[in-house]
């Protein structure tokens, strides 16, 4: 067995680069490939909660965070083996659904990896996985592009999700408290507002809303700003409670305004167009039905970041501004504490493998 260098997060607040254990590439399985990293993007949200050790919230497992962990899940890299049956090949550039490693095998059957468009450049690449988060939820919405849309925290996720969902032709406005966030916002090509209160009513309210914050009263303002028979979808995870804010008020907008409430949770689609591969299962083990997509729009995980790779490729998602440091392997303990505590100044944080 050979080795890899990889981030460990082995207790909370605390990760280094250790030596892990790697398959060989002449004994990687039919449907496995080897990949060599180039960069990994840090996630601002579930791998930074992770990182602090925070509660992961109720998905019907254990909700406990453990240690040690391998973090992340966004990487571009270069095939340099591959099973005849991975359906990739020795030399593409792939996004790969994996953790901060210098080297990664991968089975493809249960793990996204997925050959990168020509024209997206390698420091773009990773941000593919954070976009697909919001591109679940405009995959699965009931307003047709054309609609007014409103996202609801700019943060990675946020910001990707609202250049996603005005690449398809919504009318898109963000929302964010944070002045830096919205600038950057602009600086895509969004137009943003302080809060949800200064969205329009009437005609142009929007008929969804992202909330990408993760921050209960930020659903509150939500509902109470979109359209009449709208949608609110829950993309931001609630990694933090909030006992202080009451049910009441957030039951009877939804009641009277006729709104859907509606988990944005990715998961929620097959991983693969083939339909049959899910990631979690229902408390008995079987497999969750899988939400009902309306007809033309993406229907997997799979389909989801082709056409995010296909926006970046035409210059409709933009993620230069979006980089905000780049570090060694060596140096990511020190980023995540950068990302939890100046969040106003460090967002975007690649890792570099070369």
């Known amino acids: 067995m050979q080795e890899c260098n990889a981030v460990v997060v082995d207790r909370p607040r605390h990760a280094s680069v250790q030596r892990v254990p790697i398959t060989p590439a002449d004994r990687l399985g039919d449907h496995e490939v080897l990949v060599h990293s180039q960069l990994s993007l840090l996630s601002p949200g579930t791998e930074l909660a992770r990182y602090r050790g925070s509660v992961v919230p109720a998905t019907g497992q254990d909700s406990r965070a453990h240690f040690p962990f391998h973090p992340g899940y966004a990487t571009v890299g270069t095939v340099v083996a591959a099973g005849p049956a991975s359906g990739q090949q020795t030399g593409d550039r792939v996004l790969v659904h994996s953790p901060h490693q210098d080297r990664v095998v991968v089975d493809t059957r249960h793990t996204l990896c997925l050959t990168v468009p ?65 600038r950057l916002a602009a600086a895509c090509g969004l137009d943003c507002v302080e809060s949800s209160a200064q969205l329009p009513g009437g005609d142009d309210a929007p008929a969804v809303v992202l909330e990408c914050s993760g921050a209960p009263a930020a659903v509150l ?134």
């Open 221 to 354: 303002g939500a509902l109470a700003a979109v359209a009449t028979c709208g949608e609110v979808f829950l993309v931001g995870a609630p990694w933090s409670g909030a006992a202080d804010i009451p049910s009441a008020p957030l039951l009877a907008t939804i009641f009277d305004r006729f709104s859907a409430l509606r988990s944005g949770w990715e998961w929620q689609l097959p991983i693969r167009r083939d339909g049959h591969i899910r990631r979690h299962s229902r408390g008995d083990g079987a497999p969750p039905a899988g939400a009902r997509v309306p007809a033309g729009r993406p229907g997997s995980i799979e389909e989801c970041t082709e056409e995010i790779l296909l926006a970046m490729a035409g210059g409709s998602i933009r993620t230069d501004s979006l980089v905000t440091d780049v570090v060694r392997p060596e140096e990511v303990d020190i980023a995540y504490r950068q990302l939890d505590e100046d969040p106003e100044h460090h967002l975007g944080v690649l890792v570099d493998w070369s």
């Open 118 to 182: 020509s024209g997206v450049a390698d420091r773009a690449v990773p941000f593919a996985r954070l976009a697909q988060v919001g591109a679940v939820s405009l995959a699965l919405c009931a307003s047709p592009p054309g609609s007014p849309l409103a996202v609801v925290g700019l943060g990675l996720v946020g910001n990707l999700a609202g250049q996603l969902a005005s690449s398809l032709g919504y009318r898109v406005r963000g929302v964010d408290p944070s002045v830096a966030r919205r």
